[in-house]
């Protein structure tokens, strides 16, 4: 089975008319030209540049062809893609010089009035990358999961087969959370009755989303995480993580591999 967000399916590339891939060819540009901002260009330029993109895969089958096919197809699929490329230049120059004459009228400062406005903070860097990573999934078809960071041990434990007797869950890796249903009782301590505690990771979202949700299951799950770590220079009680869950019929070692790919890139 395909990985999600596929806008098209494989192409036979036996089947190519010179037609056929000008149909590609011209829809890009369309698709181009009718996107109104930088993000809705990229959401175009994943459509028809990106992997799963129909010339993308007539290009990827080019190699099945029979030898004396092989110039043809490439050279027809080879001009449409630098006819593509070269027109998302184009339309990526336009949207920034926009942006850049919008930007310059609507951050004018009149120098004749006293400066008396307080200097705005910036965004935290984790925050900043968290939210990028977010978006690199979302436009692969991934949707972002939450969970409570105070958590019960059934989610943060059991559910993953961490069992009690296990080294993560002793007081001295994992924060424990007295309430006034567990105080003084095993539960709360690591013991074998279900205590509560401070996450130790985000994977109980994934258990969370596996329950509440219909497969196939595509989620990320971003969020900040405890530990009893002491504080030095590569360890900190609090930390964040990402982690994802795909969960379909079909998915492969190559699936993880490409995600992980075009995450990083």
């Known amino acids: 089975m395909s990985a999600p967000n596929k806008s098209y399916d494989p192409v036979e590339v036996e089947a190519l008319k010179p037609e056929e891939i000008e149909r590609m060819r011209d829809e890009a540009l369309a698709a181009f030209t009718a996107?109104?901002?930088?993000d809705a260009l990229q959401e175009a330029k994943v459509a028809h540049t990106g992997g799963t993109s129909p010339l993308a895969l007539a290009n990827r089958e080019i190699g099945a062809l029979p030898p004396h096919a092989k110039a043809a197809a490439g050279k027809l699929v080879g001009q449409a893609r630098g006819a593509v490329n070269k027109a998302l230049g184009a339309r990526q120059a336009e949207l920034e010089a926009e942006r850049d004459a919008r930007v310059l009228v609507e951050e004018s400062v009149d120098v004749?009035?006293?400066?008396d406005r307080v200097p705005a903070g910036a965004r935290h860097p984790l925050t900043t990358l968290s939210e990028r990573i977010e978006d690199v999934f979302v436009a692969m078809g991934y949707e972002v999961a939450e969970g409570p960071e105070?958590?019960?041990?059934?989610?943060?434990f059991d559910a993953l087969n961490?069992?009690?007797?296990?080294?993560?869950?002793?007081?001295?890796?994992?924060?424990?959370?007295?309430?006034?249903?567990n105080s003084g009782s095993a539960a709360g301590k690591g013991g074998?009755?279900?205590?509560?505690?401070?996450?130790?990771?985000?994977?109980?979202?994934?258990?969370?989303?596996?329950?509440?949700?219909?497969?196939?299951?595509?989620?990320?799950c971003p969020g900040r995480v405890y530990r009893t770590d002491e504080l030095d220079a590569t360890h900190t009680p609090v930390f964040h993580q990402v982690e994802l869950l795909a969960v379909d019929e079909g998915l492969t070692m190559a699936d993880l591999k490409g995600t992980l790919d075009h995450m990083v890139q």
């Open 35 to 38: 996107a109104d901002s930088l």
């Open 112 to 115: 004749t009035l006293p400066y």
């Open 150 to 156: 105070i958590e019960a041990e059934w989610f943060n």
């Open 162 to 181: 961490i069992g009690p007797d296990h080294p993560a869950r002793g007081e001295h890796d994992t924060f424990f959370v007295e309430t006034a249903s």
């Open 192 to 220: 074998t009755e279900s205590g509560v505690v401070l996450r130790t990771h985000t994977s109980p979202v994934q258990i969370r989303s596996l329950l509440n949700r219909e497969l196939p299951v595509y989620v990320i």
